[in-house]
């Protein structure tokens, strides 16, 4: 009967072994598999605005609210406009700050006078929602210098960003963290 | 539509028009007051030494559950763990990157050429299955935020019956299954999307996963720890390595009395008695029907395989070209028009069909690479359960099921057994 259980027990002794060694095996093997493609840094979601068509998902399918995405301006290619096409609705009769002119939809945009005939445009990054009603608007009738960017202090930084799989056009995607923006200047153009 | 078409076409050639001539419509002022170009402001992300900070702490909580479970013997101590765990990594931290999610990224980075796996990712991925090799799912027991939270509200655990049990237990493993699948074929990350409780660690998600993360937590009051017994994907590997664990949580602190007084108070349903030499069987009919599961695993395997290799074109539509491609094709096909974001964009961005059908093509392939690999798991992990179920093991006392266990240490207190006194 010693015998026979010990028959067992060596049997069994031996399928745990190798069953461990079968275990282990991948465990050893996975970060020598990755060791090149390891990196110290991660990545950060970013969104190219050459790509962005401003369909407004920003706004509505980031996991926080408000969306940790946010209107940036391009001060260098701004064209200073009066008429101003991120600012002010389609067809408004004065061009003037009243609430009802202005095409933000939280009054994040606030239109300084410079000098004759130009004014500043700067964006309350508390009040913006990332509509892009205004992105669309400077991109249509005017340089594109307003344009989206994800605020990387805000993002959550998910491991799936759920804009980016919303994104119509493929725009937001993983960037290293040494990138972090991809700002839309005169110099850098259509990168 | 035909009378229409001018028009579209007309406002179509208007949009890549002005989409191709947005820029310096208006030149740069030149400023007589000096003014001087302000720069809009870009914050950065937190430093990296946070994450690893995370790492440090990950390290830091196995290390205390497992001596809490294996050596202290305290139930108190695991929840106050666990209450330490959903404060820091869920709350504070907000849940994210997590050991569950981090399969994801190991299976992008294993399959795809574009993507390097931040360390962090790796580590978070790698150390607690080490930690399940010496110690069991001590991960589940008091570190994991998602299974802490679960652990937490159930209050009133209810027995499931076994068929019920088993049958649900399958779940993971096609969970598992296919998110690998999706990540490595760069489609989707399911295990994030369909992420219970981070959007309760966040206090703010979209109200679908906050009713799951709620439904999950309310159902988890009776039948504790939905989560990690029926979906959690990563538990599947802890389970796994678990199995093979070169120490465990013990029931008892001594030797094991038989007295019967823990068999029904595990809500997990991995307590295993001990034999009952009464309910022998017969030797040749359990060994017959062992060969016969025996010889059933390949044939799994193979049947698994077959069947994700016919279904790769029906779960390429997780990948958004794949289903863009279909929506265009759709158009041509039978003219529905194309309305979703996605074929707005596309065709706004002006690139060919061609390129899209081919890309369409490229990701099928893959799919029908990869998802037969998948099936073959799948076949694989039925094949040896059943092979499993067919062997019987000897226990002269009660011990816990080192796959299922989580080593809550809802045990302990049940056992009569004093622990010996050591000096």
């Not at chain 1, 399928?15 to 095996?25: E, F, M, S, Y």
């Not at chain 1, 923006?181 to 005169?186: E, R």
């Not at chain 2, 229409?4 to 030149?30: C, M, N, T, W």
């Not at chain 2, 695991?78 to 990224?105: D, E, H, K, P």
């Amino acid at each position: 009967m010693s015998k026979e259980k010990n028959k067992y027990q060596s049997r069994r002794d031996f399928v745990r072994n190798t069953g461990k060694a079968l275990i282990i095996l991948p465990l050893v093997a996975l970060p020598v598999a990755l060791a090149r493609k390891t990196s110290a840094s991660g990545y950060v979601w970013q969104i190219d605005p050459h790509k962005c068509t401003q369909c407004g998902q920003c706004k509505t399918h980031c996991v926080l609210t408000p969306s940790a995405v946010k209107c940036v301006h391009a001060y260098v290619m701004c064209g200073y406009c009066d008429l101003c096409g991120g600012y002010l609705r389609q067809g408004v009769k004065t061009i003037s700050t009243g609430a009802e002119n202005q095409l933000c939809p939280t009054g994040a945009i606030t239109r300084a006078f410079v000098e004759e005939p130009y004014f500043q445009y700067t964006i309350d990054k508390e009040l913006c929602d990332a509509c892009g009603k205004c992105v669309l608007g400077c991109g249509n009738f005017g340089n594109g210098s307003l344009y989206l960017q994800i605020q990387q202090n805000l993002c959550a930084n998910c491991n799936d960003c759920r804009i980016a799989i919303n994104c119509p056009s493929d725009a937001v995607s993983r960037v290293p963290e040494a990138v972090q923006y991809i700002p839309k200047d005169k110099k850098q153009g259509s990168e | 539509m035909i009378k229409k078409a001018p028009y579209i076409l007309v406002l179509f050639l208007l949009i890549l028009h002005l989409s191709g001539y947005s820029q310096d419509r208006f030149p740069r002022p030149e400023f007589d007051s000096g003014y001087v170009y302000p720069v809009d402001q870009m914050p950065n992300q937190r430093s990296i030494m946070w994450e690893y900070l995370d790492v440090a702490m990950l390290v830091a909580a196995l290390s205390v559950t497992s001596w809490l479970a294996l050596k202290k013997r305290s139930r108190k101590g695991l929840i106050w763990m666990s209450v330490f765990s959903l404060a820091w990594f869920g709350l504070y931290r907000q849940g994210c990157i997590c050991s569950v999610g981090s399969v994801q990224n190991v299976s992008l980075a294993l399959f795809n050429t574009n993507y390097s796996i931040p360390l962090t990712a790796l580590l978070f991925f790698l150390i607690p299955l080490v930690f399940a090799l010496f110690a069991g799912r001590v991960f589940c027991a008091g570190v994991c935020p998602l299974g802490a939270i679960q652990e937490l509200t159930g209050i009133k655990p209810l027995k499931l019956p076994r068929t019920v049990e088993s049958v649900m237990a399958a779940v993971p493993f096609i969970y598992l299954a296919l998110a690998v699948l999706f990540s490595a074929t760069d489609s989707r990350f399911i295990i994030c999307r369909y992420d219970p409780f981070v959007g309760i660690f966040r206090l703010d998600a979209p109200y679908t996963m906050i009713v799951f993360g709620v439904l999950l937590l309310l159902a988890g009051i009776f039948v504790n720890r939905p989560y990690c017994r029926y979906l959690c994907p990563y538990g599947v590997l802890l389970n796994l390595f678990s199995r093979f664990s070169h120490r465990h949580l013990t029931i008892t602190p001594a030797e094991c009395t038989n007295c019967r007084l823990c068999e029904d108070v595990c809500p997990y349903d991995a307590i295993l008695p001990s034999d009952n030499p009464a309910e022998k069987e017969d030797k040749t009919i359990s060994r017959k029907r062992f060969y016969l599961y025996l010889l059933l695993v390949p044939l799994f395997a193979a049947a698994g395989g077959i069947a994700l290799f016919n279904l790769a074109p029906a779960l390429s539509g997780m990948h958004s070209d794949v289903r863009l491609a279909r929506e265009i094709r759709m158009e041509k096909e039978s003219g529905i028009e194309a309305v979703s974001k996605a074929a707005v964009a596309f065709k706004e961005a002006g690139n060919t069909e061609e390129q899209l059908f081919k890309g369409e093509t490229a990701i099928i392939s893959r799919f029908r690479k990869a998802a037969p690999w998948a099936g073959v798991f799948l076949g694989l992990s039925l094949g040896l359960a059943l092979v499993s179920m067919a062997t019987r093991t000897r226990r002269t006392g009660y011990a816990p099921h080192r796959g299922k266990c989580f080593s809550c240490g809802r045990c302990f207190r049940y056992c009569p057994v004093e622990a010996p006194k050591t000096v």
